[in-house]
């Protein structure tokens, strides 16, 4: 069965330090998989998705996400922090090989120090 | 184009009560997903639908709750009786179809409360 893990429910950095939110996931098969952003009483924004393709996947606002099939990990990594980068972050893994149907983790919430 | 819409946008009704909620997909968009998120329990996929039709629904807490897709473009999650349990973050996605693996976008979501 398909789950994945996010390593940690709080994250803060300081404004212009890097940021690094984790992921475990456990699959059958070679997964889907996914970051979305949640901004405060928002609804849910895709930042990068990999579909076994390159292992190291580049999404919006400067973030990235690199595949690791010998760790199952795909951790979500920014060089640099921004304000507006504060937020709640869902790693996804999907549930089959089409992901018609998706998995969330329980989520990450990345505060930002001025 | 105009994303998912939702609505209303928040929903507050007493116990008892009938509740309808609203999507209307991503125009061209074929699937439907009808999530619930809480502090405690997350974001949790209550149904889908691929081209009208039901596939999974096993999400779904109990009979009080029904999904329907009359068309293409609309779907409606209905709660009766509603319950104080249910208050949520109810969120519509959409999904295309056509490429290897496409990913869902969500609409603003319906903060439901019930008292």
């Known amino acids: 069965a398909q789950s994945v893990t996010q390593l940690d429910s709080h994250v803060s950095v300081s404004e212009g330090t890097p940021v690094l939110l984790r992921c475990n996931y456990s699959?059958?098969?070679?997964?889907?998989l996914f970051w979305y952003v949640q901004h405060p009483n928002k609804g849910l924004q895709l930042l990068l998705k990999?579909?076994?393709?390159?292992?190291l996947v580049k999404g919006i606002n400067g973030f990235e996400a690199e595949f690791k099939k010998s760790e199952t990990s795909f951790h979500l990594t920014k060089p640099s922090a921004h304000m507006s980068d504060a937020a709640e972050y869902f790693c996804?893994?999907?549930?089959?090989?089409?992901?018609?149907?998706?998995?969330f983790g329980s989520g990450t919430r990345l505060s930002i120090r001025p | 184009d105009a994303g998912v819409i939702q609505s209303p946008r928040h929903e507050v009704t007493e116990m008892g009560q009938e509740v309808t909620l609203r999507c209307k997909l991503i125009?061209?968009?074929?699937?439907l997903f009808w999530y619930r998120q809480t502090m405690m329990r997350g974001l949790e996929l209550l149904i889908y639908?691929?081209?009208?039709?039901?596939?999974?629904d096993s999400g779904m807490p109990e009979d009080r709750f029904s999904a329907k897709m009359p068309n293409a473009s609309f779907s409606t999650l209905k709660i009766q009786p509603s319950e104080p349990r249910d208050s949520a973050v109810y969120f519509c996605?959409?999904?295309?179809?056509?490429?290897?693996?496409?990913?869902?976008?969500f609409g603003p979501g319906t903060r439901l409360t019930v008292l």
């Open positions: 996605a959409s999904r295309g179809a056509g490429g290897l693996v496409n990913e869902q976008f």
């Open positions: 699959s059958s098969y070679s997964p889907s």
């Open positions: 990999y579909t076994s393709a390159a292992t």
């Open positions: 996804v893994v999907s549930v089959d090989s089409s992901a018609s149907k998706i998995i």
């Open positions: 125009s061209g968009h074929n699937s």
């Open positions: 639908f691929n081209n009208n039709v039901p596939i999974d």
